[in-house]
Structure formats: structure tokens, C-alpha cells
């Protein structure tokens, strides 16, 4: 695992962007603290009595002056600063989600993607406010600090005084270390807790046909409520550790104003300072109290994002366990075998074998037929095939080259792979089907759909090919939706194509005229065909029967029906129920 530093690095590549925000924010604050001085200098020159209508004015002016170049400066630079932050916002949005897209289904299967949304959309926003607001006040509340203390020395405010003053403002450090580690605690908590609301409304919503048909709504909306009452919880513990911390950074202002009144007014009663010094004084002291406190939110909401931050970095150094390895060359799988020698497979953390000593060849431009029970391992052969999970080496070849010798995209290119309840996309039918190559003619889109005898129910629909599927678009039935997934896989048309129990939600005989134009169409490229009827791959050329994970017959259909075994007796179950069929018709 690589470590990632995320922030760093973007604020190290931007380094001079926010140098110029910084330099802007600054002098904005030093030209700021200019106005108790002038307050002050007015108050002297009103006490001694000669002040004029012209002094007046010039004094009014001189606050214009400073009021309109502090607005002007820091607004410049607040603004560069938030800009910067909306930029980091884009970039590591992008970044996440381009990482998402490397990491393999292994850890999709075991992380689930509830969590990834939350820290895309909360963690990447604490993070983002955090150094917005964290660069902007710090910088505004140091330098106005900084110039406040540099401007009441010059003015001969005594340093015992200001010592004295400024004293009760000098434990908010302490404080801020006290509370830091305890707020960053809780504020984990909270996203954590979010994270998973996000992952449990995810897969309610999901699931949400299935709650409906089992009336279970009750049970899932407690479900769901546990994960907010969670949320509340932890909130409830954050806001109350960081209220206090927030209350007390006003008290200490306070007591260092009550400081002033009592300490500076004494010393002005006995003339060791002016009056207008004194009202200056008083004026650094109130102007004090805000950067102080600003600097407590900032270090608040800095600890709140350190979490997320540490969360965004831990997940882009999560490396996909599948990978090109350096050696991996482009395949060219237009002519290609597929050997698959003595593979067995066990799922990473699983404790049991799934797959037991497979050892097959699909010669180029045949057609395989495997068929097994539930759970027997045919997926889990498919997705080695497609080096969704790693095989050992040397097991599966294709063309001779051992599959980890192929780059996995252009493995991945060059197999066309139909599940059983292939996901369509919240686009229009035609995009879906056009999916693997956006720019398909049409004419490839209706091939493919009457190939996968899908183009009668499109053609029937308003808006028949850019009929829009999903939210806010139409509903197709189970055998609709596997169809449409199997116009995708066809209009690849691949060397390989791999159908999973693709055609298993359509009638028998659409099955069987899907299953003829695909063997018309693809005469010279690999099949593997993957069904539970017997129907669906008995012209294969030769077909395996797995049971349990390994092979225990092989052969074609007919060779298969004179053995003793799993496929007669299949065969016999699946005869007689179509038997049964036709009888109660
Ligand atoms: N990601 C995984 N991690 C661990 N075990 C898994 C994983 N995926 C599948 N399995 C297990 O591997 C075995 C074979 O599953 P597989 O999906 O390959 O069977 P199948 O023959 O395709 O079944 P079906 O006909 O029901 O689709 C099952 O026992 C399943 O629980």
C-alpha cells in the first residue's frame, strides 16, 4: 500500500496561488489594525479640544480608506482561497472515482459502495471547508494578532499592560490541545455513522421491490432508523464537546476585556496612558477576541476533516489486486484457444475449495456447453476467465500465453460477458445495447437486438431504441431486461463470448431461436454457454458437466445421454416437465 497525501500534494502544486490569497488576506489585516489607532488618535485630539470640521472629515476618510482596502484585500483573497477549495473539491471527487473504477470486485464484494459514496460526498466536503476556512482565518487571524500586538507597543501602550491583557487569551492553546484529540474522536464517529446510513439506504432502496412484496416495510424502516438514531448519538456527543469548546474561547475574550476595563482604565486615571490609548487598547482587545476564536473553529474543523482526510488517503492507497503485471503484453484473441489446465481455485477467505482440478480446452470457433447444478463454480470459472479473481499461474492460457501474460484490458475487450441479470444503465435502450462501443451504428443496435430477439417488445415502445430505462423511464420485465443485456454482450461481437445462464428468464422457445441465430452468427468465433436447461447448450460441441466444483462428465449431448450420470438424469427431469407441460396444455 502506498501512502497517499492527498492534500499536500495538491496544496504544494498550488503553492503559489495560495501564496498570492495569503498575501492578500495579510495585508488586509494589517491595514485593518490601523483603525483602533485612528479612533485612538481622534479620541487624544477630541480630549485636548482642537479638533476641527476638517480633522473630521479627514479622520472619516481615513476609516473609509481602511475599512474599504480591508474589504477589498481579504475579499480578494477569500476568494481565491475558495476557489482553490471548490478546486480540490472537483479534483479529488474525480480522482476517487477514477480510483474506484481500478479497485477489483473482490473488495467491491467485501467493502460494499455505501461507504464510498459517503466519503466521496461528506468526507471530500469536511475536508474542502477545513483548508478553505483553515487558510483563510489563519491567515486573517495571525496577521491581525501579529499587527494588533505590533501597533499598541508602537503607540507606547506599556507591555506589562498588554501582557496582562492579552494573558486569559493565552490558554485557549492549552485548551485547543485538551479538546483537538476528543472532538477528532467523536467527529470519526459521526462520519463513520453516516457512512454507513449511506450504505443502508443504498441497499434499501435497492432492495425496495423486494420489501414491498414482502410487506417488511415496518422492519426496514426500523432498520433504517437505528442507522440515523446512531447518526443522532454520535452527533449529540460531538456537539456537546464542541459547544463547550466553543463557549469557552468567548469567556476567555471576555475576562481579558474585563482585564482592560479594570487594569487600563486605572493607568489612564493615573495618566500613564491617554485616554485615546486607552480606547485603542480596548479596540486591539475586542479586535483580538474574533481571530482567537476563529483560529478555535479553524483547529475544530481542522480535527473534524483530519479524519476524512485520513480516510481519502487510506482508500487511494488501496491497490487493486488485480493488475497488469510488467511483463503483460496486448492479446490478440481473434483466433484463440482457451486452455484451462489443472485449476483448482479458492476464494480469498474462503475456507472452502470452489473450483477442483479443471482441466478443459475450447478449440477457436467452438462452442462449449457447461452445466451444473446451483453453485457448482461456473461463474466463479467465467470470472477467472476474465481475471475478474487471479487464477494460479500457468492454469489458464489462452493461445498458449498464460492469461497473466495478457494486459487485462485487452483480455476484458475481447470477451463479451452476459450474466444472468446483467445491470442496465438509467439511459435509453439504444445506449444500453451500444454500451461497449457508444459510436455503434444503428443498424448494429437493431442487428443485435433481433439477434437477442429483443427488437418486437423495443419496436412496440413510443420511443421504441431511445426509450429512456429506469428512474423517471420505462420498466422491462425480467425476460426484457436479460435480453437487452444479451444485445449488449452481442454487439461486441467478440472472438469470445460467454453467455451465464443469460437466456435462463426467457421461454423455452425463444431460447431456442436466440440460441440458433447466435450459433448462424457466430460460426467461426468461441462460445462458452452456461445454462441450467439442457436445451439451451446441447449443440455445443462438447459440454462439461461440474458438480461440486469439478468436472464429472464431458462430451456432446449425445455422448452424454448414453453415460449413466448427472445429464441423463437431467435430462430426464427436465424431459419430463416439459412432458408435464405439454399434457396440462
Ligand atoms: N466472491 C465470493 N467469495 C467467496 N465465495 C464465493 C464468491 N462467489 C461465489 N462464491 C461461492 O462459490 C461457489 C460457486 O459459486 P458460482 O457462482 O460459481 O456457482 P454457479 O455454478 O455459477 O451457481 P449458479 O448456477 O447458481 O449461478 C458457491 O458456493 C458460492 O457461494
Redesign the pocket.
Known amino acids: 500500500m502506498k501512502p497517499q497525501r492527498l492534500l499536500f500534494n495538491y496544496i504544494r502544486s498550488n503553492w503559489y496561488l495560495y501564496a498570492i490569497a495569503v498575501s492578500f488576506t495579510m495585508t488586509g489585516n494589517v491595514i485593518q489594525s490601523f483603525y483602533p489607532k485612528v479612533i485612538g488618535d481622534f479620541t487624544d485630539q477630541l480630549e485636548l479640544g482642537d479638533i476641527t470640521r476638517t480633522a473630521i472629515v479627514d479622520y472619516s476618510l481615513l476609516l473609509l480608506a481602511v475599512g474599504l482596502s480591508f474589504g477589498l484585500l481579504a475579499g480578494m483573497g477569500q476568494y481565491m482561497i475558495m476557489r482553490l477549495g471548490r478546486r480540490f473539491e472537483f479534483y479529488t471527487r474525480n480522482r476517487l472515482f477514477v480510483h474506484f473504477m481500478t479497485l477489483s ?2 473488495y467491491y ?1 467485501k467493502h460494499g459502495v455505501g461507504k464510498w459514496l459517503s466519503y466521496v460526498i461528506n468526507d471530500v466536503t469536511a475536508v474542502r471547508e477545513s483548508i478553505s476556512a483553515g487558510i483563510n482565518q489563519t491567515a486573517n487571524a495571525t496577521m491581525l494578532i501579529i499587527s494588533a500586538v505590533f501597533m499598541m507597543l508602537i503607540n507606547d501602550i506599556p507591555y506589562y499592560l498588554i501582557i496582562a491583557c492579552v494573558l486569559p487569551l493565552l490558554v485557549i492553546p492549552w485548551i485547543v490541545t485538551r479538546f483537538g484529540p476528543i472532538i477528532r474522536g467523536r467527529s470519526m464517529k459521526v462520519q463513520e455513522s453516516l457512512g454507513k446510513m449511506t450504505e443502508s439506504a443504498e441497499e434499501q432502496f435497492g432492495g425496495i421491490r423486494v420489501t414491498k412484496k414482502f410487506a417488511v416495510e415496518p422492519i426496514m424502516i426500523d432498520r433504517f432508523g437505528q442507522t440515523v438514531d446512531n447518526i443522532r448519538d454520535n452527533q449529540l456527543h460531538l456537539v456537546r464537546v464542541s459547544s463547550l469548546f466553543q463557549a469557552l474561547i468567548p469567556f476567555l475574550g471576555a475576562l481579558s476585556f474585563i482585564v482592560t476595563i479594570l487594569y487600563g482604565g486605572y493607568l489612564t486615571i493615573h495618566n500613564t496612558i491617554s485616554l485615546g490609548n486607552f480606547v485603542a487598547l480596548t479596540l486591539y482587545i475586542r479586535m483580538m477576541v474574533n481571530p482567537l476564536q476563529q483560529i478555535g473553529n479553524v483547529i475544530n474543523t481542522m480535527q473534524r476533516s483530519r479524519a476524512s482526510l485520513t480516510r481519502i488517503n487510506d482508500l487511494l492507497s488501496v491497490e487493486s489486486e488485480i493488475q497488469d503485471s510488467l511483463e503483460a503484453k496486448p492479446a490478440d484473441l481473434s483466433h484463440a484457444g482457451v486452455a484451462i489446465r489443472h485449476l483448482s481455485y479458492t ?4 475456507s ?1 475449495e ?2 477442483h482440478d479443471i482441466d478443459l480446452t475450447v478449440e477457436p470457433g467452438k462452442t462449449l456447453g457447461i452445466i ?12 477467472l476467465l476474465l481475471r475478474v ?1 487471479d487464477s494460479p499461474e500457468g492454469t489458464i492460457l489462452f493461445d498458449d500465453r498464460d492469461i497473466h501474460e495478457l494486459t487485462i484490458e485487452s483480455l476484458r475487450s475481447q470477451i463479451a460477458y452476459v450474466p ?1 441479470d446483467g445491470f442496465l444503465f438509467s439511459t435509453t435502450i439504444r445506449d444500453n445495447i451500444a454500451f461497449f462501443r457508444r459510436e455503434s451504428g444503428f443498424e448494429h443496435v437493431e442487428k443485435a437486438a433481433r439477434q437477442a430477439q429483443i427488437y418486437d417488445s423495443i419496436a412496440a415502445f413510443p420511443e421504441q431504441f431511445e426509450t429512456k430505462l429506469g428512474e423517471r423511464g420505462i420498466t422491462l420485465s425480467g425476460g426484457q431486461r436479460q435480453r437487452t443485456s444479451l444485445a449488449r454482450g452481442i454487439i461486441k461481437n467478440a472472438p469470445l463470448l460467454i453467455m ?2 443469460s437466456v435462463s428468464a426467457v421461454d423455452a422457445v425463444t431460447e431456442t431461436s436466440i440460441v440458433n441465430s447466435i450459433r448462424k452468427e457466430r460460426k467461426s468465433k468461441t462460445t462458452i454457454l ?1 445454462a ?1 436447461r439442457i436445451s439451451a447448450i446441447k449443440h455445443a460441441d462438447e459440454i462439461v458437466v ?1 458438480n461440486e ?1 469439478r468436472i464429472v462428465q464431458r462430451g456432446t449431448h449425445k455422448d452424454l445421454l448414453k453415460q449413466q450420470g448427472l445429464y441423463a438424469e437431467l435430462y430426464t427431469i427436465q424431459e419430463e416437465g416439459s412432458r408435464h407441460v405439454d399434457h396440462v396444455r
Open positions: 470486485e473482490n464484494s476464494y480469498p477467505g474462503a472452502k470452489t473450483l451444473g447444478k446451483t453453485g457448482s463454480g461456473k461463474t466463479t470459472l467465467m470470472k479473481y444472468q451465464d445462464d452456461i441450467h461440474l466444483g
